[in-house]
Nanobody, 126 residues
Framework: QVRVVESGGGLVQAGGSLRLSCAAS????????MGWFRQAPGKEREFVAA????????DSADSVKGRFTISRDIAKNTVYLQMNSLKAEDTAVYYC???????????????????WGQGTQVTVSS
């Protein structure tokens, strides 16, 4: 089992940047595919980005491609989401999640992830 805790959210102006962190504890961090998801008010939770256990594989939603970058520091048991050129539509609660399964085509599916954090609020003012 693994516990994940997000941090780094806040209020930023459009065009600005934020870096979210997800600290993991429990079982070996490198045993998990890690993902970031977000949920805006009145909308369903959606995939943002994912990174493979080794960090060599990454994937991101079209809506954030070229602006957001996911990375992981295995020594620090931490996953990051660097968010640049933020837009008002990026406003949401951002969740970190861990998946014990293999890196594969289902990595964007919420149901694939076993462990979730409580989320961190990101608000982008226009």
């Amino acid at each position: 089992q693994v516990r994940v805790v997000e941090s780094g959210g806040g209020l930023v102006q459009a065009g600005g940047s934020l870096r979210l962190s997800c600290a993991a504890s429990g079982r070996t961090f490198s045993s998990y595919t890690m993902g970031w998801f977000r949920q805006a008010p009145g909308k369903e939770r959606e995939f943002v980005a994912a990174i493979s256990k080794s960090g060599e594989g990454t994937d991101s939603a079209d809506s954030v491609k070229g602006r957001f970058t996911i990375s992981r520091d295995i020594a620090k048991n931490t996953v990051y989401l660097q968010m640049n050129s933020l837009k008002a539509e990026d406003t949401a609660v951002y969740y970190c999640a861990a998946d014990a399964g293999a890196w594969g085509p289902q990595r964007r599916a919420l149901s694939k992830y076993d462990y979730w954090g409580q989320g961190t609020q990101v608000t982008v003012s226009s």
